[in-house]
């Protein structure tokens, strides 16, 4: 029988929050990929509408199951990202030197995307049942370091590196929120400081060429450092309300790289200046305050886990994207939240949100 209650617990406010991000994603969008132009509607524009479609289905179909079957189902879920990220290693589409897409007709899939909430969903399974007062013990998460081993694993061959590292800050994230014994966290962060330096070898040319370029853009101009040399320029030109909607001469005139995706911020940033940035991070902070609160009211152990995996999920990919745009941080390929252009993307953000919303619809459940 159908509760009546999941109809009277229905979250609101992180639908309204949802609808007004994607909505800024989507106006956005539209004058980064029409770039001053003048003529029909860009078929990019075309298909993140339908992706923001097929991610808000995704969003209510996730409601009609209660959370905890994703408990049951999560080892099931995990194996196939895991699949589809193999069939990325053969069958992958090779953009610009990474083998990162599977083609589905006229669109195209980035596994790794949907291996972050896979990801979230397993860790929280695992660690719902080993959760103690004490903390977790080293033994506790030789699992974890499993689980996400081999996904970080096939995401770096790709190669990935940022969404890889993103996968690595939610485990560890997600470890901490659980918590562990004192010599387990101490021994850790001495052994992840000491792995540091030994990272840089392991690095690609390409992705030491754009740590050299964070920590001096000028080495490079027209070539490295363009990217974050051109996003700066359009942030500063922008000033306190912007040139206006679809005025961004940057913009307009291509010089910004990949401003429909990943440097999108860049045109928000020129065109609505700082005001337009500031309403968009409100409306990023309300939403991450309501995940964190849906984790801190869930009275389920597993959903807890759950939806703070999620919200920090979304906090990590604003924070990296923020950061990358603004030149605070290494270039390393991180979508902004329902705001770059992507399907995948906005699937994954989207059935996140989906799984907030559910645990809070039933908040009213006494475990």
Same mark, same amino acid.
């Given at each position: 029988m159908f509760d009546r209650r999941l109809v009277e617990c229905f979250d609101w406010g992180l639908l309204i929050l949802t609808l007004l991000v994607s909505a800024v994603g989507l106006i956005v969008l539209y004058?980064?990929?029409? =770039? @001053?132009?003048?003529?029909e509607t860009h078929v990019l524009f075309k298909k993140q509408v339908v992706w923001m479609g097929a991610g808000f289905a995704i969003m209510f179909a996730s409601l009609l199951v209660h959370y905890k079957y994703l408990d049951k =189902?999560?080892?099931?879920?995990?194996?196939?990202c895991v699949l589809l990220l193999v069939m990325v290693l053969f069958f992958g589409k090779n953009v610009g030197g990474s083998r990162?897409?599977?083609a589905l007709g006229p669109f195209t899939m980035q596994p790794s995307e949907l291996m972050k909430v896979s990801l979230i969903i397993m860790i929280s399974s695992v660690y719902s049942g080993i959760v103690t007062e004490q903390g977790l013990g080293f033994r506790d998460l030789v699992k974890p370091l499993f689980v996400l081993s081999l996904p970080f694993l096939l995401i770096v061959k790709q190669p990935d590196l940022g969404t890889a590292l993103l996968l690595l800050f939610l485990v560890a994230c997600l470890t901490l929120f659980v918590r562990v014994q004192k010599r387990v966290f101490l021994t850790c962060a001495l052994l992840g400081a000491a792995a540091v330096p030994l990272v840089w070898f392991v690095l690609k040319d390409y992705q030491k060429a754009r740590i050299l370029t964070f920590l001096n853009p000028d080495r490079d101009p027209l @070539?490295? &450092?363009?990217?974050?040399?051109?996003?700066?320029i359009a942030i500063g030109s922008?000033?306190? #309300? &912007?040139?206006?909607?679809?005025?961004?001469?940057?913009?307009?005139? =291509? #010089?910004?790289?990949?401003?429909?995706?990943?440097?999108i911020l860049s045109v928000l940033a020129e065109e609505w200046g700082l005001a337009g940035c500031l309403f968009l991070l409100f409306l990023y902070f309300f939403l991450l305050l309501? &995940?964190?609160?849906?984790?801190?009211?869930?009275?389920?152990? #597993?959903g807890s886990i759950l939806a703070f995996g999620v919200t920090i999920m979304i906090f990590w990919q604003i924070f990296i994207n923020v950061g990358m745009v603004m030149g605070l941080m290494p270039v390393v390929g991180v979508p902004l939240p329902l705001i770059s252009y992507g399907g995948s993307s906005v699937i994954t953000n989207m059935a996140g949100i989906g799984i907030l919303m559910n645990i809070s619809m039933r908040r009213f459940a006494s475990t």
């Open positions: 004058s980064a990929v029409t =770039a @001053g132009g003048v003529g =189902a999560s080892v099931a879920i995990y194996c196939v990162r897409w599977l @070539g490295a &450092g363009y990217h974050i040399i051109q996003s700066k922008g000033m306190i #309300f &912007g040139k206006g909607f679809l005025h961004g001469t940057q913009n307009a005139l =291509a #010089f910004l790289p990949e401003q429909h995706t990943d440097f309501w &995940g964190l609160n849906i984790s801190y009211s869930c009275r389920n152990t #597993f």
